[in-house]
Each structure stands twice: as C-alpha cells, then as structure tokens.
C-alpha cells in the first residue's frame, strides 16, 4: 500500500511513520531525508539543492518531484510508501500523482492526523531533551522523576528547541491550513481520505492506522 500522511508540524506523522515501518515493512519517504541524501550522494539534483538550500531560496516543486522520483525508483513495487510531509501543495499533490503513475503505483490511503492547536501548542512548547544523553521529556506530561535531574544519566543541563515556541507552532498551524489542507478535497473525491484523531497516545493513534491499512 502506498499512502499519505497528512497533519500539522507536531501531529506525530513521524512517529506513526517510523512505526508503520517497523510493523508493516513499509518505507518512509520524508522531503528533509531525502534531501540530505540526495545532497549527501553528490547526485546533479542533490547539487542543485544543496546550492538552493544554502542560498536560501524558495525550493522549486519540480525539483522536489525529481528527488521524490529518485527515491521511488529504489523501492520495490511490491513494499508500501509513506509519503511523510509530502505533499505539501496542490501542485506538488499534481505532481506525486504523475510520478506514482510512472513508477506503476497508486495512492490507497491519504491519512490526516487530525490535532487540536490549542493542545498541540501545549504538546509542543512543553517539550525538552537531556543535553547530555538526549533523553526526551515534557513539562506535563513526561517530566522527570527528580526536577533537574535527567531520569536517564543523571545529567542537570537541558534544552529547547529554538522552534518549539507558541508563535512559531501557531505560524506553521497556519500554514498548513492555508496551504496544505486544501489538497485533501482532491483525495477526497476519490474516497481514500481517513482522518485519526492524532491528540489520543501513540499507541491508540498507531492502533487506528493499522485498522485502516488492514
């Protein structure tokens, strides 16, 4: 099976992708990744990329759907994508359609994980790591055992991501509502859109994913 899934920065689609991969031998296909491989293999796309990255321009469509392509052309027909932060657009959802259809393949399932922002702002901006051993926690939900004190090393020292802040998760909510959300009336038509209520535990989330794939 080949799917999509949808969700805003913070909904767990990596995560719930990473444990698709485990459960049901799938391959997870993230734009971040596949551009650092791409630009790590010195390929002429990933030399492009590379060069757009570092001057800081808007990265084209078309070239996405290049290195998207590449990494499709590895995979097997027979093992199942995730398509994990893509696509993001209309025009990039007009592309993957082009590209599933030269490699032989077809969109079963377009999978949204559905948030609540004033809880995901909650879920995001509590989160922190163990500067020492990078051990993972939250201010509620997942604080650790001792205040100050990493459960894991010991270690006193922590840290935020710089990103994880309410203005920026608000920012990104929006976008995808203006720009990713729109995309799912298209799928939609089709009838392979299945929505999950990605606020319940990654257990209960990972549970509703396997039922719709069975």
């Keep these: 099976m080949d799917i999509i899934l949808l969700g805003p920065p913070g909904a767990g689609k990596g995560t719930q992708a990473q444990g698709l991969v485990e459960r049901h031998g799938m391959v997870q296909l993230s734009t971040g990744d596949m551009l650092r491989a791409a630009v790590k293999a010195g390929t002429d796309v990933g030399k492009m990329a590379d060069e757009i990255m570092k001057a800081g321009k808007l990265f084209p ?5 290049e ?3 590449e990494q499709m052309a590895q995979i097997p027909a027979e093992t199942g994508l995730i398509f994990d932060g893509y696509p993001r657009t209309e025009p990039q959802a007009v592309l993957l359609d082009g590209l599933l259809e030269k490699h032989g393949r077809k969109l079963d399932h377009v999978i949204e994980l559905g948030v609540d922002e004033d809880a995901l702002v ?3 901006t509590g989160r922190f790591s163990c500067a020492n051993c990078g051990a993972l926690y939250h201010d509620t939900a997942n604080p650790t055992s001792q205040e100050g004190v990493c459960d894991s090393c010991g270690g006193t020292e922590f840290k935020r991501r710089p990103d994880d802040n309410e203005e920026t998760v608000r920012h990104r909510m929006g976008v995808y509502r203006s720009e990713t959300a729109p995309i799912l009336p298209g799928y939609e038509a089709r009838g392979i859109v299945t929505r999950v209520d990605g606020m319940a535990s990654i257990e209960d989330v990972a549970a509703s994913l396997d039922a719709v794939l069975s």
Excluded at 61 to 65: I, V, Y
């Design 61 to 65: 469509d078309e070239l996405m759907a």
């Design 122 to 124: 909650a879920r995001i």
């Design 67 to 69: 290195i998207v392509g």
